[in-house]
């Protein structure tokens, strides 16, 4: 289960994204320094890398305008 803020859509995505890009600039952070900042996904784009991930099932549950709650199944591997 996730739940988390998304981005409501691709603009927004990017917005946060250049926020984050010219916060680094700023403050001169390099990217090879360690740094927390949360830049949302889609809901859309979320999906895609949990699938991408191994997760056979992503299914989103709830949603409150940005926050979402999205269940995602993975088959155990037996060996």
Same mark, same amino acid.
């Given at each position: 289960?996730?739940? &988390? $803020?998304?981005?409501? !859509? ?6 946060? /994204? ?6 680094? /600039? &700023? ?18 784009? &979320? !999906? &895609? ?6 997760? !056979? !099932?992503?299914?989103?549950?709830? /949603? ?8 995602? $199944? /993975? ?5």
């Amino acid at each position: 289960m996730i739940n &988390e $803020d998304f981005a409501l !859509s691709d603009e927004e995505k990017k917005l946060h /994204r250049d926020n984050l890009n010219a916060l680094k /600039r &700023e403050q001169g952070i390099t990217d090879d320094a360690f740094y927390h900042y949360d830049t949302p996904l889609t809901a859309k784009h &979320e !999906s &895609e890398i949990l699938r991408k991930a191994g997760f !056979s !099932s992503v299914e989103v549950l709830r /949603r409150w305008g940005g926050t979402y709650t999205i269940k995602a $199944d /993975r088959q155990a591997c037996l060996l």
